[in-house]
């Protein structure tokens, strides 16, 4: 499948989640009977693809950070995040040895993402690009607004949701991140940083790979995970 390749999933689980209003981290909060950073790590555990997993906390909650992973099969490590989502990837970077070829880049905050959807994004990349994004279609009409006045609609058959793991190779990543970071320039996903100067392909997403942003996305998280097959 993947020839000699080696990938390691990042998972990101440093951002402090303002608009859930908890007392700790997003990512420590459980989702049924289980923090959110741990179901999301080992999602991506699961995956033949991946090799080990580097998960990025926040500053003082490294060792809660470890727990989540304690037990999975892959060898992982735990990085203290930075205070941006983009420092924090960079902190994963450091860590990594030059006998990684492709990273997976996830955000903890989306705990249901399935072991396959890593294993299409790294095969996609093996397969010679410099990155791959699981995307959702549009169903809605988007209206392109300017405060509360509709001032257009936008053509959604060349729009997409972009869903994470994002794979990339290592070493394409790397650059991307070092450019960036010279211009002070700061985006909201990895494949920014290359859609414009590189070969970016879509795969397709999972409705179910849901992100968790505020407590009504909380609370369905844990309507599923207690129903059946939760």
Do not use: W
């Amino acid at each position: 499948m993947r020839g000699d390749s080696r990938a390691v999933a990042i998972v990101l689980a440093a951002g402090a989640g303002r608009r859930l209003g908890a007392e700790i981290p997003k990512a420590f909060l459980p989702i049924g009977d289980r923090p959110m950073l741990a179901a999301a790590a080992a999602a991506a555990a699961a995956s033949p693809a991946i090799d080990a997993v580097v998960v990025t906390a926040p500053a003082g909650y490294e060792d809660e950070a470890a727990a989540c992973v304690e037990g999975l099969h892959v060898p992982c490590t735990v990085v203290t995040g930075g205070p941006t989502r983009q420092a924090s990837v960079r902190a994963a970077l450091v860590v990594l040895g030059d006998d990684v070829d492709v990273v997976a880049v996830h955000d903890a905050a989306r705990p249901f993402a399935p072991p396959d959807l890593f294993t299409a994004v790294v095969e996609a990349v093996v397969g010679g690009v410099e990155g791959a994004v699981p995307v959702l279609p549009i169903m809605d009409t988007v209206k392109r607004v300017d405060v509360d006045l509709i001032v257009g609609t936008e053509d959604r058959s060349e729009l997409a949701l972009a869903q994470t793991p994002q794979a990339f190779p290592l070493a394409t990543l790397r650059a991307a991140h070092a450019r960036a970071e010279a211009n002070g320039i700061e985006v909201t996903d990895d494949a920014m940083l290359l859609e414009s100067s590189g070969k970016v392909v879509t795969v397709p997403g999972d409705p179910t790979n849901v992100k968790i942003t505020t407590m009504l996305d909380l609370a369905l998280a844990e309507v599923r995970m207690s129903g059946p097959g939760g």
